[in-house]
T-cell receptor
Framework: GEDVEQSLFLSVREGDSSVINCTYTDSSSTYLYWYKQEPGAGLQLLTYIFSNMDMKQDQRLTVLLNKKDKHLSLRIADTQTGDSAIYFCALDGQAGTALIFGKGTTLSVSS | EAGVAQSPRYKIIEKRQSVAFWCNPISGHATLYWYQQILGQGPKLLIQFQNNGVVDDSQLPKDRFSAERLKGVDSTLKIQPAKLEDSAVYLC?????????????FGQGTRLTVV
């Protein structure tokens, strides 16, 4: 089945850029997603990219997709302390069904 | 627009007891999902409904877990009997599309602790 891998931790200083990486094994997904989870909260959809796109920009967020290398990244510009959270990479399952998630990357932003 | 509602928010039970969780999806959403999120891991699909029919329950431990979505709206997830390893957050999500897609919305989850 699909395997989604993420690094577990990332620590940055306020104002720097953060880059969270994700690799996956199955290239049949239609959409690829980034979710944010704050302590005690549910999952918040941050952004997503259609599989035929290479890049998507949404305010401070930039998503890059390299289908050849099966690599997805999320760049957060001007990272703020409020961006501290767990970030999950997720893909559609086969036939566009339920999401398959990575284990999440904990982003810690220090002032 | 109201979001996905789940209750209770927290539940503590002893092993071998039973427990039920409730989910009210966003009005009009055809697809409903239950995910299990164990501490330190990403959510894992337990079951997916389209209206009141089951699309995928391949990862649902059917010897102890059951779920239903009567009338294609609200859903309940039950565990009987619970085991220690069932301690997790149970997330409900809904989507207007029969095939999921980017419009999936998650509830805040029910945190279950089995002692």
């Amino acid at each position: 089945g699909e395997d989604v891998e993420q690094s577990l931790f990332l620590s940055v200083r306020e104002g720097d850029s953060s880059v969270i990486n994700c690799t996956y094994t199955d290239s049949s997904s239609t959409y690829l997603y980034w979710y944010k989870q704050e302590p005690g909260a549910g999952l918040q959809l941050l952004t997503y990219i259609f599989s035929n796109m290479d890049m998507k920009q949404d305010q401070r967020l930039t998503v890059l997709l390299n289908k050849k290398d099966k690599h997805l990244s999320l760049r957060i510009a001007d990272t703020q302390t409020g961006d501290s959270a767990i970030y999950f990479c997720a893909l559609d399952g086969q036939a566009g069904t339920a999401l398959i998630f990575g284990k999440g990357t904990t982003l810690s932003v220090s002032s | 627009e109201a979001g996905v509602a789940q209750s209770p928010r927290y539940k503590i039970i002893e092993k071998r007891q039973s427990v039920a969780f409730w989910c009210n999806p966003i009005s009009g959403h055809a697809t409903l999902y239950w995910y299990q999120q164990i501490l330190g891991q990403g959510p894992k699909l337990l079951i997916q409904f389209q209206n009141n029919g089951v699309v995928d329950d391949s990862q649902l431990p059917k010897d102890r877990f059951s779920a239903e979505r009567l009338k294609g709206v609200d859903s309940t997830l039950k565990i009987q009997p619970a085991k220690l390893e069932d301690s997790a957050v149970y997330l409900c999500a809904s989507s207007p599309s029969p095939q999921g897609g980017p419009e999936a919305f998650f509830g805040q989850g029910t945190r279950l602790t089995v002692v």
